[in-house]
């Protein structure tokens, strides 16, 4: 399909550091407070010092709260309540600074990026550096055509792959990865059930929106016939992708691997960040080192993913609106493990 070779990221990516994850425990015994008195910071800033490479962690400060947006041409079946005028409504309230991720992005320091993917727009609407890399006008129904063709599908992947080479050179600590789409969610519930091998029902969530009964029935649906498409390509994870993916999940998923490749730690949102890394993880099983898992949206599908990757929320208050912003809520505990494990004193050694 490609000239890009997938296989190459299962040997490009280790795993965080697990000497320096060994250094980072045999520190934490030295500080002051009793063993668990921490309960899981102690674990986050182990995890961190193993990704830095270094002890004591070095504090996380240049934060980029990523965001790829887009149209899935789904929605048109009325499988989400988003608004009227697409995902261009979305990213224009986040430049604004006026969506809830770029009010808490603000709040914790965090430089938002955001990235059009396939808004269903003009792109003369948006700033350039916002659709420099858009694929295409909204991505195709993937209940009954293939959400990109294959060119378009390894275009975003690779998008995604020089964004985190950029973000890594740049001096990026570590990335919040969010999504700003309309029809999103289905897509990634497609995603997560091919991959998981189950039923639609199973996998269809409410949205980041909110859908009533009959729009849950038709997401459901949409969800089923997507998989009979899925389900013949799931060999080919860039394939996937093209089938019922979407650009958006497209660039995110290479972002994701080429993120563990350059070592640089991210923090996942709701379900379509779930279903981007549920994709990664079948390219290269240990690139999941790599990420937190920020919160619980109640997603079905998120819990899916999340579960079949083995991470477990940072917290669980049932956050749906996307944008990054559940992920946004958990960068604070991360900065809190890495504060305290750096800056609490080693208790000093025992004297005859």
Known sequence: MSGLNLDDFATLIERPD??????????????????????????????????????????????????????????????????????????????????????????????????????????????????????????????????????????????????????????????????????????????????????????????????????????????????RRARPVLGDQLELLAATGGADLAAATGFLLQSAVRRTPVILDGVVSAACALVAQRVAFRAPDWWLAGQAGGDPAQAKALDRMALNPLLDHGVTVGEGTGALLALPLVQAAAALAADLPERLPDRD
Not at 48 to 63: D, M, S, W
Not at 92 to 121: I, N, P, W, Y
Not at 170 to 182: A, E, I, K, Q, Y
């Open 18 to 227: 697990p000497g320096v994850r060994r250094d980072a425990e045999e520190r934490r015994e030295r500080l002051g407070l009793r063993p668990g008195a921490l309960g899981r910071l102690d674990e986050l800033a182990e995890w961190l010092a193993a990704a830095q490479g270094a002890v004591p962690v070095k504090p996380v400060e240049q934060v980029t709260a990523l965001v790829f947006a887009g149209d899935h041409g789904v929605a048109k079946l009325g499988v989400s309540a988003g608004p009227e005028g697409g995902a261009a409504v979305l990213v224009k309230a986040a430049l604004a600074g006026e969506s809830a991720g770029a009010v808490l992005a603000r709040r914790a320091g965090a430089r938002l990026r955001v990235v059009d993917m396939a808004v269903d727009c003009d792109p003369a609407e948006l700033p350039e550096e916002v659709t420099r890399h858009r694929v295409r006008r909204g991505s195709g129904r993937i209940d009954i055509e293939d959400a990109l063709t294959p060119e378009e599908a390894e275009a975003a992947f690779r998008t995604g792959m020089a964004i985190a080479d950029e973000e890594a050179d740049s001096g990026t600590d570590l990335v919040v990865l969010g999504d700003l789409s309309v029809g999103g969610t289905t897509a990634a519930g497609t995603l997560i059930g091919a991959l998981c091998g189950t039923d639609a029902s199973v996998v269809t969530g409410r949205g980041g929106f909110g859908i009533d009964d009959l729009a849950w029935m038709r997401k459901c649906a949409a969800i089923r016939d997507g998989l």
